[in-house]
């Protein structure tokens, strides 16, 4: 089976941005669909992703991924990690930086769950990139926690950086690579 076009059920353009950019160095062109992306409440990112992709391509029987993503906080038992969409858009990057004031232990990690559905077939494909909680807010690029997360070995914070170095550690090009190494063997095999 040679898949050279996906698509991606997702209301964020980012991430579109982002994931395509990993697919397009593997020869598969990923385009964005608009349905909508169906959420179970589940503390896996991998089945609020996997149901999310078994939904949708039951609706339109197309090629497709969803993906699932978070922060996931050390200090805060893990807090926002599955429910970082809604976290975000109650408190923001403010609320976060809020509660972890005077907190030392500032570890943290993204984690991404990309579920590939295909005719007669899912997978989900996980990535993780662990760093730091900034002191405070830097850079305008990306979107989400990306202006106080800062990944390991580094100073910047994501939205401190261009969509390539972003993707040289994210949690998002982890998931999304293990995907098109997937692909790539189907094609090998058929
Ligand atoms: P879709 O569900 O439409 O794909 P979304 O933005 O709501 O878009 P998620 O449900 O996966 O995506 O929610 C993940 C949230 O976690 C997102 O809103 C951000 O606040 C945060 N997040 C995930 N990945 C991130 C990243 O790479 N950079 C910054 N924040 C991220």
New binding site residues.
Partial sequence: MRIRELYL????R??LV?ASNVLREYGIELKPLNVA?V?VQSESLEEVALTAARLAFLSVGKPLV??????FIEALGGFPGPY??YV?KKIGVKGILKLMEGVEDRRAC?R?AAALALPGMERVFVGEVCGFIARESRGSG?????PI?IPEGESRT?AEMSVEE?NRY???AKAFRRLAEFLSNLREAG
């Fill in positions: 059920v997702t209301s964020n980012h991430k982002e992306k959420e969803v993906e699932d993503a978070g922060l970082s969409s975000y993204f991404s990306g979107f989400g926690f990306d997360f994501f972003k994210s949690h998002r």
